[in-house]
């Protein structure tokens, strides 16, 4: 088994002599003490203009990789993947802060875990991590574990080893800085996709900084946000129907209990039914698109899901058998709402009841209607998908959540120690 790490350098000449040293020097350490029984060195230069390359290419076990412009961290990273050979892929900053004797631990517990990733948490007891780094790291894990359900404490660090077959599954990155929480938002939003983190130690960096803290941090926390809306919408969009819901209640309590004691409604009061009939078709319209959005994940992955309680909960009211037995309900409640106004319109030419019950009689409406064009498009995402299947006997997506493509054991091969030409 081969351990490729790759070390993403920009204008690292006061530290990425050290780190090369540092990093020859591990692996005899790495390949006694973990399943790996050969390492390669590969750095990517992305597009330094001191003397980065010339140093790294002094050292004829390295291979060196030169970008002429500044790609990004992440770019430099995918580089180094797509010319490195092992079966397990690594990487680490450039800058000092990382040791590469972990790399042991982290590849032995990879295997033993059957783990797709296997990173260093940089947030132990024994992590010298500026405390504004600190803080923010803890708020992404935070988002992240919430929004995942799953635990994890450091979602950029910059020191991991992954399996190669689990590339494909886990790209496209980004290019950037974000490149790291990206790929740890992915993982986490899969549940096929074991990852694990071991504390590690972790020292201030050499050399200045190229991490802006606010202008990435809002990046990062974007990331997070677009990483989990791709790959598991459910969660927040039932959460923003759940918080849209809750106000509609407590904007409706006034009105509801003046209606129960007095039996009329304030004038000033259609302002407020009125926001809660928009929250309300918001919020029908972010259920819609949850399980719509959750279908359309398990059809292209193989279908190969459990859905909880809820979720099969909203899958049957989102049939063609479940709309048509509340279609009576639906019916009696608008009739009950509006039907003696519009007889008096159609016979009289005026209208009689209250504004409220109209309000009221539209929302209802309009949950009903939206309930069965939800029907339509997971029907129509079901047919395509049958069709596919039927076409071409897989499908659309095997790759996306496979568990075999993600967690099965590497297979060993007995090589000599690796040495790299630059």
């Known amino acids: 088994m081969k351990l490729s790490i790759v070390i993403p350098a920009y204008n690292e000449e006061e530290a990425i002599g050290v780190t090369i040293e540092r990093c020859l020097k591990a692996r005899a350490g790495i390949v006694a003490g973990s399943p790996v029984d050969s390492v390669e060195l590969i750095v990517v230069s992305d597009g330094s203009d001191d003397r980065t390359v ?30 490195g050979d092992g079966e397990l892929v690594a990487f680490l900053d450039a800058d000092g802060t990382c040791d590469p004797e972990f790399f042991t631990p982290l590849c032995s517990e990879l295997i033993r875990q059957d783990a797709v990733i296997a990173l260093g948490s940089r947030m132990g007891p024994s992590s010298r991590m500026p405390r504004i780094r600190r803080i923010g790291n803890t708020v992404y894990a935070a988002i992240l574990s919430i929004l995942s359900n799953r635990m994890v404490t450091d979602t950029a660090s910059g020191m991991r080893v992954i399996r190669r077959d689990a590339l494909d599954p886990l790209y496209p990155l980004p290019d950037g800085l974000h490149f790291t929480p990206a790929m740890s938002a992915r993982a986490l939003m899969d549940d096929q996709m074991k990852i694990i983190e071991i504390p ?17 941090g809002v990046r990062f926390f974007q990331t997070i946000f677009e990483m989990t809306l791709i790959w598991r919408p459910a969660r927040i969009l039932l959460s923003g129907a759940g918080l849209c819901i809750t106000l509609t209640v407590l904007l409706a309590m006034h009105p509801i209990e003046m209606w129960v004691r007095e039996r009329r409604l304030e004038e000033w009061m259609i302002y407020r039914l009125l926001f809660c009939s928009l929250l309300g078709s918001v919020a029908m319209t972010m259920v819609s698109a ?95 998908v049958q069709r596919y299947r039927h076409l071409h006997g897989s499908s659309p997506c095997p790759s996306s959540g496979a568990p075999e493509a993600v967690t099965a054991p590497v297979p060993v091969e007995v090589r000599t ?6």
């Open 54 to 83: 010339e140093i790294a290419r002094s050292y004829d076990e390295v291979r060196v990789e030169v970008f002429e412009t500044n790609r990004g961290y992440g770019a430099a990273i995918k580089r180094g993947f797509e010319v």
């Open 200 to 216: 590690m130690k972790y020292e201030e960096r050499v050399g200045e900084s190229k991490l802006n803290v606010l202008r990435d």
């Open 290 to 384: 949850s399980v719509i959005a959750k279908n359309m994940h398990a059809f292209l992955a193989g279908g190969n899901h459990q859905p909880g309680t809820l979720t099969l909960a909203l899958e049957r009211f989102f049939s063609i058998r479940g709309l048509t037995i509340l279609l009576l309900p639906f019916a009696l409640v608008t009739v009950a709402l509006i039907g003696r106004g519009m007889w008096t319109y159609l016979v009289a030419g005026e209208v009689t009841i209250h504004w409220s019950r109209v309000v009221l009689a539209g929302l209802v409406g309009f949950v009903y209607a939206h309930s069965w064009v939800t029907c339509l498009m997971l029907n129509l995402v079901k047919l395509h």
């Open 417 to 422: 120690p690796i040495v790299a030409t630059s």
